[in-house]
């Protein structure tokens, strides 16, 4: 069942570094679900199919993740010599960041809460 300590085992999974490429966006002023509605458009897919998906799709979220994904693209041709062509995205996900929390007064004296939510979005890439 167990492998041993859990430190040890904590500092096995760590040893093992991800040398693919990637960008990562922190602190982004959008929800995680809005996020995932372009996210799961362009899981799988090759880089250009990827990069046409996020131009023209109308959603905010979008232009963000465009120019991340752009970033990535980057990463892998001068920190790793890759070329475009043979790249696709491996995976992508949004994960919760902190909440703005803000007061909007209503009626008779009460004050409903506003919930500013923001994001942390990763893109990783892969060769074919």
């Known amino acids: 069942m167990a492998r041993g300590h859990r430190s040890q085992i904590k500092r096995e999974r760590n ?13 982004a002023r959008m929800s995680v679900q809005k996020a995932c509605f ?4 362009i899981r799988g897919k090759d880089v250009n199919t990827a990069l046409a998906i996020v131009t023209y799709n109308p959603r905010y979220a979008s ?19 890759l070329k475009q062509e043979d790249l696709y995205v491996a995976e992508c996900f ?35």
Do not use: C, W
């Open 63 to 81: 232009s963000v993740i465009e120019k991340l994904l752009k970033s990535a693209i980057a990463n892998a041709e001068n920190n790793n010599g």
């Open 15 to 27: 040893a093992v570094k991800d040398t693919r490429p990637s960008a990562k966006l922190s602190f």
């Open 94 to 128: 949004a994960n919760k960041g902190p909440t703005m929390k803000r007061i909007r007064p209503r009626a008779q004296g009460r004050a409903y809460r506003i919930e500013k939510r923001m994001s942390h979005i990763t893109i990783v890439l892969d060769e074919k």
């Open 38 to 41: 372009v996210l799961d458009a």
